[in-house]
């Protein structure tokens, strides 16, 4: 491919600016060519402030308009329809976190992205920034020794008037917008699937978890763990993953967004040291990922299996909690 990738985008999310509009930019060989959203005249407002030149009605429209990639960042209970509609008609797709409504649509979706042979990615944005190959360079060094827990956070106050992630129809919950992040950190610091040993939960609305506790075992490693999220009112903004090993303990401060400033202190033996990791914001390095995917078949880490795990952990949080997944 010598032209850039074009790509188009369903609805005009608030998320879009920084994960994909702003990046595009600046990036070479992508070009966001069109948008759609159900208030056309909010895909004109990001069309106008980002130079999308082509808003179009309707996200079938996007779909019959001459681009390469689809970006969805729609509500999650619309993930699984629009992004299997995208690969239908022939177009790669980045489809925003978390995946889907629960691990059945997660890899219905992959499915059909195997099928059609077309890159499907969950745009996981933290995994693709320097930081997060320094913590998987730490890990698989062995410095820490044995590894005796895994613990991740992740708070942030989202107002309940907030629709799209506080309502159960829309697929919403602390865990589902928020806590996928502490899943994700878990798995990828402990190179495998943790158990749920209990899940405790608050709800604002029914069904609808603001506060989570999640009692976890790695079960190849032995250790155990606690991942945590909220969003309920007066929450303050927390994003940290710790391991503690038999030789000492890694603290990572906001591996969510490194770009906006972070810490790795490493103390083995009880000597730390503190570094930080160079990088471009998370969105322009998933961006990069997410062309070379389409242009050049590079791998990507957030996608087939790895999405359809962090669905199935999430769903059996629900499930140990008493609520009910998402979308079932």
Same mark, same amino acid.
């Given at each position: 491919?010598?032209?850039?990738?074009?790509?188009?985008?369903?609805?005009? !999310?608030?998320?879009?600016?920084?994960?994909?509009?702003?990046?595009?930019?600046?990036?070479?060989?992508?070009?966001?060519?069109?948008?759609?959203?159900?208030?056309?005249?909010?895909?004109?407002?990001?069309?106008?402030?980002?130079?999308?030149?082509?808003?179009?009605?309707?996200? #079938?429209?996007?779909?019959?308009?001459?681009?390469?990639?689809?970006?969805?960042?729609?509500?999650? =209970?619309?993930?699984?329809?629009?992004?299997?509609?995208?690969?239908?008609? %022939? *177009?790669?797709?980045?489809?925003? *976190?978390?995946?889907?409504? =629960?691990?059945?649509?997660?890899?219905?979706?992959?499915?059909?992205?195997?099928?059609?042979?077309?890159?499907?990615?969950?745009?996981?944005?933290?995994?693709?920034?320097?930081?997060?190959?320094?913590?998987?360079?730490?890990?698989?060094?062995?410095?820490?020794?044995?590894? *005796?827990?895994?613990?991740?956070?992740?708070?942030?106050?989202?107002?309940?008037?907030?629709?799209?992630?506080?309502?159960?129809?829309?697929?919403?919950?602390?865990?589902?917008?928020?806590?996928? /992040?502490?899943?994700?950190?878990?798995?990828?610091?402990?190179?495998?699937?943790?158990?749920?040993?209990?899940?405790?939960?608050?709800?604002?609305?029914?069904?609808?978890?603001?506060?989570?506790?999640?009692?976890?075992? /790695?079960?190849?490693?032995?250790?155990?763990?606690?991942?945590?999220?909220?969003?309920?009112?007066?929450?303050?903004?927390?994003?940290?993953?710790?391991?503690?090993?038999?030789?000492?303990?890694?603290?990572?401060? =906001?591996?969510? !967004?490194?770009?906006?400033?972070?810490?790795?202190?490493?103390?083995?033996?009880?000597?730390?040291?503190?570094?930080?990791?160079? %990088?471009?914001?998370?969105?322009?390095?998933?961006?990069?990922?997410?062309?070379?995917?389409?242009?050049?078949? !590079?791998?990507?880490?957030?996608?087939?299996?790895?999405?359809?795990?962090?669905?199935?952990?999430? #769903?059996?949080? /629900?499930?140990?909690?008493?609520?009910?997944?998402?979308?079932?």
């Amino acid at each position: 491919m010598t032209a850039p990738l074009r790509i188009g985008v369903f609805g005009a !999310a608030g998320i879009s600016a920084k994960a994909l509009l702003q990046p595009a930019l600046d990036t070479d060989g992508v070009e966001v060519s069109v948008i759609a959203a159900r208030d056309r005249s909010r895909a004109q407002a990001q069309a106008d402030d980002f130079g999308i030149a082509n808003v179009v009605d309707t996200y #079938d429209d996007v779909l019959a308009s001459d681009v390469d990639a689809i970006y969805n960042p729609l509500p999650i =209970n619309l993930h699984h329809e629009w992004t299997i509609k995208a690969l239908r008609a %022939g *177009k790669h797709v980045l489809c925003e *976190k978390p995946f889907a409504s =629960n691990a059945g649509e997660a890899a219905e979706m992959i499915a059909v992205g195997e099928e059609t042979g077309l890159v499907l990615m969950e745009a996981f944005h933290w995994r693709y920034h320097p930081l997060a190959d320094r913590i998987g360079e730490i890990m698989a060094s062995g410095a820490l020794g044995d590894v *005796k827990r895994i613990d991740a956070t992740f708070n942030v106050e989202i107002p309940p008037e907030n629709r799209v992630r506080q309502a159960y129809e829309l697929s919403g919950g602390a865990l589902m917008d928020l806590g996928c /992040y502490p899943v994700q950190w878990a798995r990828f610091a402990s190179g495998e699937q943790p158990e749920v040993v209990s899940s405790t939960m608050a709800q604002g609305e029914a069904n609808v978890d603001i506060t989570t506790d999640i009692d976890v075992r /790695y079960p190849n490693l032995g250790a155990t763990g606690h991942l945590q999220t909220a969003m309920h009112p007066g929450a303050q903004f927390e994003a940290w993953l710790e391991v503690e090993g038999a030789n000492g303990l890694l603290r990572v401060e =906001n591996p969510l !967004a490194p770009h906006s400033g972070h810490s790795v202190a490493l103390t083995v033996d009880g000597q730390t040291s503190k570094e930080t990791v160079e %990088g471009r914001t998370t969105y322009h390095h998933q961006l990069e990922a997410f062309r070379d995917a389409v242009v050049d078949g !590079a791998p990507f880490p957030t996608g087939g299996a790895d999405s359809i795990e962090t669905m199935e952990f999430i #769903d059996a949080s /629900y499930t140990a909690a008493g609520l009910t997944p998402r979308g079932t």
